[in-house]
């Protein structure tokens, strides 16, 4: 008796563990959310910011009427309009970065999933819902007072953590991972060795070619700060063999001709446009 107690207790263990972010979308959704990464993508073939905002508005109209989004749960009509959503950010963004647009469409969303959050703990969320609610909070931060921003970035640190126990081929896990450790100070944990390592992760796992795409990019950039030019144009050429000759390629090639990182530009945009007349 003793020893079928033991059975069950483990049987019960391995179960839980198993559960773990274990909760999936329908085949149908899953496909549906790789044609939004792909439509992020295609935003960035327009040939100037004011197209790209309107081809983004379109999307998210579109995605409105779709009847998979609206019938489907409330975790997955939140992941659908985190990534559309931040893809009309970053559109937005590209043409005015203090457009108060900005700080209105995320807010709002940010709002949207911290309410859902405290309700359902994360070990039971869907993975892309997590990661996708990541983008939103990375985009909100800067709206929130700087102990709130602090903390959510190390609770979404904790939580990638834990999800590369889980999903091991996740690229777009690595992706986040590997920007989070580019971004954070040393200080507070940041590391450039890890963002390669994330970085090359992702490559390796990419399963969409919009994973592809921004993780060569990224590392590309880490590497070009790390004068490792041929290794960073070599890269570059990789994702832009996923999309050919667009504005964001042109834009990254025009910074590093002139000793500017996409990073670097992140964090120095206004200083980087005068200079360079942008």
Known sequence: MKSKLIFLFCLFLSLFSSNLFSAEFSEAEEQYIAEILEKRMTLRTYDNSDQCIQAAKSFIKENDENLLYKNGSQEFQLTVENL????????????????????????????????????NPAENRNRWYNVSSSDIINSTMQFLPQNQAIRLGLAEKDLYDSMMKIYPDFSYLFINSGLWYMF???????????????????????????????????YSQLLFEKNKKSESQELLSKAEEVLPGKRYIKLINLLNDNGYSVFYYTNNREKVDKKLGL
């Not at 203090?98 to 309410?115: G, H, W």
């Not at 507070?188 to 592809?212: L, N, R």
């Open 184 to 218: 954070a100070p040393a200080i507070g944990g940041g590391s450039d060795v890890k963002a390669m390592d994330f970085f090359q992760k992702a490559i390796d796992t990419a399963k969409y070619p919009y994973e592809k795409y921004y993780a060569c990019i990224y």
């Open 84 to 119: 559309l959503k931040t893809a009309l950010y970053n559109c937005l963004y590209e043409k005015d970065m203090k457009d108060p647009a900005l700080k209105t469409l995320m807010t709002a969303q940010y709002e949207k999933i911290i309410d859902y959050d405290e309700k």
